[in-house]
């Protein structure tokens, strides 16, 4: 006699735990990526390793309902897990995988960068500092940025005084 439970493979454990690790949890884990405005690289690391995890398990849990679906005497599950119809239902995994695979990418070339550079600038041999006169460092700059000469500050002075004055006067 079969149990009730028997009957479909929408009602095992098995089907929840689809569910839970096809839309729930990377729903979670997307929701939060979206919502919160910074994340650590650990917390990147994290999310995309868990992202993996998850898309491995689905393929698991996928591959045992195909093989329950077709101990049951229900037509329904097999027509979703044991027809072509359950090709469909690798594409959650496949996205949700690729998806963390980028995330672990992300954080590691970033990590492998720092160590590039790290390794050129050791590498490199110390360069001499440039010797700057402080007097002109501290010359007022022109309005496209470029550094004035002292004839021009004068001018600019005196420009500028007489635009005040023009202004007090009117």
């Known amino acids: 006699m079969l149990m009730l439970s028997d ?3 929408f009602t095992q454990v098995h089907f929840w735990v689809l569910v839970l690790c096809s839309l729930v949890c990377p729903a979670a884990i ?3 990526l979206f919502v919160r405005r910074e994340f650590s690289k650990k917390a990147v690391l994290a999310f995309g390793l868990l992202l993996v995890l998850l898309a491995g398990v689905d393929i698991f849990v996928l591959r045992v309902l195909s093989i329950e679906a077709q101990a049951t005497p229900s037509l329904a599950d097999d027509i979703v897990f044991s027809s072509e119809l ?12 690729t998806f963390g695979l980028n995330m672990v990418s992300h954080v590691l070339m970033h990590y492998l960068k720092q160590k590039e550079a790290r ?14 006169n402080v007097a002109q460092r501290n010359r007022p700059r022109a309005p496209g940025g470029r550094r004035m000469r002292p004839a021009a500050v004068v001018r600019r002075r005196r420009v500028t005084e007489h635009v005040a004055t023009v202004r007090q006067d009117a």
């Open 30 to 32: 997307f929701i939060t």
């Open 86 to 97: 359950s090709i469909a239902l690798y594409i959650f995994p496949a996205a949700f995988g």
């Open 119 to 132: 390794f050129e600038a050791h590498r490199q041999p110390a360069q001499p500092m440039p010797v700057v």
């Open 7 to 9: 009957a479909t493979v």
